[in-house]
């Protein structure tokens, strides 16, 4: 099976534009979580997804939102960039069986907003 | 205030050693992960615990639930095992994570 795809890899914005980022989870998977990792915060929880609906949502404000499609992909959008928005943005699907839970990362994209 | 504690925030060991990595959280949780980091961003998930204990390969992971307490440990450590270690925690419907250990094993 192929892994987490993510996409674009590395992205330069200005602030105050806006930038939607892509996650294509592992075949079969239905749930999506995003996070966002700086150096100073560490890893922070965004959102998580779940057969097109919105399951769980971090502590973020209202300019970060996403959306799942039906073939289980899913989207991030981001308006009205800040330069605090500098961030490597990861998706991971997750697969849940029996009690065990894995979480499969995809390689993240990295955002710098000038 | 931070949810999930991780120590030592950096560990520097000689190939072959023994090492652990501690996490201690406040919250309740119905999940605790361990993740890896390679330089470049790569997330490995290592282990999902809720309690007990789970070994794979050279990689053993504890949960003490009542004294909110996981470690990481790696036996015979290697150069490759070098990166950053990532205690995460479910919580209700959120994540914490702890702020990761550096890892550098020396051959």
């Known amino acids: 099976k192929a892994g987490v795809t993510q996409t674009p890899r590395y992205l330069i914005k200005t602030r105050g534009q806006q930038v939607t980022l892509s996650c294509s989870p592992i075949?079969?998977?239905?749930?999506v979580s995003w996070y966002q990792q700086t150096p100073g915060q560490g890893l922070q929880f965004l959102f998580e997804?779940?057969?097109?609906?919105?399951?769980n949502k971090g502590n973020f404000p209202g300019r970060f939102s996403g959306r799942q499609f039906s073939n289980s992909r899913s989207e991030m959008n981001v308006s009205t960039l800040e330069l605090g928005d500098s961030a490597l943005y990861l998706c991971a699907s997750r697969q849940r069986t029996n009690h065990q839970e894995t979480q499969y990362f995809g390689p993240g994209t990295r955002l710098l907003v000038l | 205030k931070n949810e999930v504690e991780q120590s030592p925030q950096n560990l520097t060991a000689q190939e072959g050693e023994f090492i652990t990595i501690n996490c201690s959280y406040s919250?309740?949780?119905?999940?605790l992960h361990w993740l890896q980091q390679h330089p470049g961003g790569g997330i490995v998930s290592l282990f999902m615990?809720?309690?007990g204990k789970k070994k794979h390969g050279r990689l053993i992971a504890t949960i003490n639930i009542q004294e909110k307490h996981s470690s990481l440990h790696i036996t015979a450590s290697h150069p490759r095992d070098s990166a950053v270690y990532i205690c995460?925690?479910?919580?209700?419907?959120?994540?914490?994570f702890g702020t990761g250990t550096s890892l550098t094993v020396i051959p």
């Open positions: 995460a925690v479910r919580s209700g419907n959120q994540f914490y």
């Open positions: 615990l809720s309690s």
């Open positions: 075949s079969g998977h239905r749930s």
């Open positions: 997804y779940f057969s097109e609906t919105q399951r």
């Open positions: 919250v309740g949780i119905s999940a």
